[in-house]
């Protein structure tokens, strides 16, 4: 494969209350990566595989070599996307986030989680970063959350002067209406995020056992480096050994997605306009700590709540592959569903059922309560809607949340009693738009196609031809848990290849995005 070296001068202050703006060369020679995201190729499809074990610290040096070898300007390079998505989305860059990453995460990582940081601490050490930017890397789907909620702690008597400027600010935004919306909206994108259906039982799946699918939507700026097949198997003694899909520098999955030795599957999907918070334990962590040492559902579950954050709420989904053939004692296998709202939580399992994931939650109190209703407009301003269910989405095909729980619902129950990873392919293909009544690939599609929307499928802000939508598949069954795998396609679920260059003819408005993407061309499955 093309080796790629990127470089990006830029110095790495600390600039929590200054303004500090970075430029980068614009004679800089701008190179895709022919393969999605360098650091694959070799037979992997687009994926790169990296295995760990041994000592947190140890993981960690090898985790960060790894990703080294492959790229040397991998970390750069993302680092440098990061920048541009923090300016274009919060108007602040990315030395502002490693210094909240200082100021906040790492106490807090450090003492709750001293494994988790030390891993974190061989991260930096094995890939010559800063422990502060792997923290980054690992409460990147966290921000969106504690910023909305950051004037609760920076207006305090240690922080009101380092934050002076970032105060103002937010107390201008808080006292703008308009201001405030517009803002959460920007935060909400990172919150409303894939497509998942979990499904077990002999009334539902081909041979009784789990199925599970999933598919990550995301702009195509970070989209780009969730295309790791992480593997982590700690020393003995120390929990169990787990494969995930993660990022350079990850110590958790973040889209979400993994099995482990404990026979355990793991999903999520975000839960739109979420917008309660309180900074406690980060997700990287309480997930990871699951993934380790959870041996049942129920441990799932009471992890996750204890000092939840309520950063990067989810409608989470585990099953365990139970006795057959497992050394369980015969039991059956098992799905559990956990809407993790902040104070309010929905818990329920089934040996029999499906389980669908949306992007919103059947829990009433969640979205009704802690989620703003700043997601579609279009619901909260029609005469009538804005009261019951208005502004979640939930009931409106119009919204991608609406039109994805529809279709979900019609295709489980058509494949009923037949779902089997073929099928789950399928399903998270599938184009269908219930409020055009046809079949569209758009931005409220299963396979969610953003970035080819002009606006018909488009409510509550989307823009038109923004670069964003479905970016991956992966799929497993209990024969494939029982492995500890799972298999994985990069690019669209549906196998349409998205092009930067053909994508920025078209649509030059998004130009200035296009030396920070990269191509998904037409790819394989791989076994993780
Ligand atoms: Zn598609």
Not at 97 to 121: H, V
Request: proline letters at 3%; hydrophobic letters at 35%.
């Amino acid at each position: 494969m093309m080796k790629i070296h990127r470089t990006h001068k830029k110095t790495l202050k600390s600039s929590a209350g200054k303004h500090s703006h970075h430029r980068y060369r614009s004679s800089r020679k701008i190179i895709h990566h022919d393969d999605g995201g360098g650091g694959g190729g070799g037979g992997n499809d687009g994926w790169l595989r990296i295995t760990i074990r041994g000592t947190p610290y140890d993981r960690g040096v090898s985790h960060g070599k790894q990703v080294i070898a492959t790229d040397p300007a991998r970390f750069t390079y993302m680092f440098s996307v990061f920048d541009f998505q923090f300016r274009q989305g919060y108007g602040r860059d990315i030395d502002f986030f490693y210094g909240l990453c200082e100021d906040f995460y790492l106490g807090i990582i450090k003492k709750r989680f001293p494994k988790i940081f030390k891993e974190m601490e061989g991260i930096a050490a094995g890939a010559n970063l800063r422990v502060c930017q792997v923290i980054l890397i690992n409460v990147f789907m966290s921000l969106p959350y504690f910023y909305a909620h950051l004037i609760r702690y920076i207006d305090t008597p240690k922080y009101r002067k380092k934050y002076a400027d970032v105060i103002r600010d937010e107390y201008a935004i808080a006292a703008n209406p308009a201001a405030l919306a517009a803002r959460a909206r920007r935060l909400d994108e990172m919150k409303d995020r894939c497509s998942l259906v979990m499904a077990v039982g002999e009334d539902w799946t081909k041979d009784g056992g789990i199925v599970c699918g999933h598919s990550s939507f995301s702009n195509f700026l970070d989209a780009q480096f969730c295309n790791v097949i992480l593997r982590i198997e700690p020393e003995a003694g120390d929990g169990v050994p787990m494969v995930m899909q993660s990022m350079p520098g990850g110590v958790y999955s973040m889209t979400d997605f993994f099995v482990t030795g404990a026979g355990i599957v793991g999903s999520e999907t975000t839960i739109s306009g979420f917008n309660a918070f309180a900074l406690r334990d980060p997700i990287c962590c309480r997930i990871r700590e699951c993934m380790q040492y959870g041996r049942t559902l129920e441990e799932y579950a009471e992890r996750l709540q204890k000092r939840n954050s309520g950063d990067y709420a989810c409608s989470w989904m585990f099953g365990n592959v139970g006795g057959r053939g497992g050394g369980h004692g015969g039991r059956p296998p098992r799905i559990m569903r956990v809407e993790l709202g902040l104070n309010y939580v929905n818990v329920e399992t089934t040996k029999n059922g499906v389980f669908l994931g949306f992007n919103s939650t059947y829990d009433e109190r969640i979205r009704n309560i802690e989620c703003s209703s700043s997601m579609s407009d279009k619901a909260n301003h029609a005469t009538g809607s804005g009261a019951i269910d208005g502004a979640s989405g939930f009931r409106d095909v119009s919204s991608s949340i609406g039109n994805r729980r529809v279709q979900m619902e019609k295709l489980t129950e058509k494949y009923r009693g037949r779902i089997d990873t073929d099928v789950m392919k399928r399903i998270l293909a599938d184009h269908y738009d219930n409020h055009l009544g046809k079949t569209a690939a758009n931005s409220r599609t299963i396979c969610k196609h953003g970035y080819a929307d002009g606006g018909e499928g488009s409510t509550g802000g989307g823009v038109p031809f923004k670069p964003v939508g479905a970016y991956d598949t992966k799929v497993a069954d209990s024969a494939s848990i029982r492995r500890m795998s799972f298999l994985a396609h990069w690019g669209p679920p549906c196998g349409t290849a998205f092009s930067v260059r053909e994508h920025m003819k078209k649509h030059p408005e998004w130009k200035d995005w296009a030396e920070y993407l990269a191509d998904f061309p037409r790819r394989g499955w791989v076994e993780a």
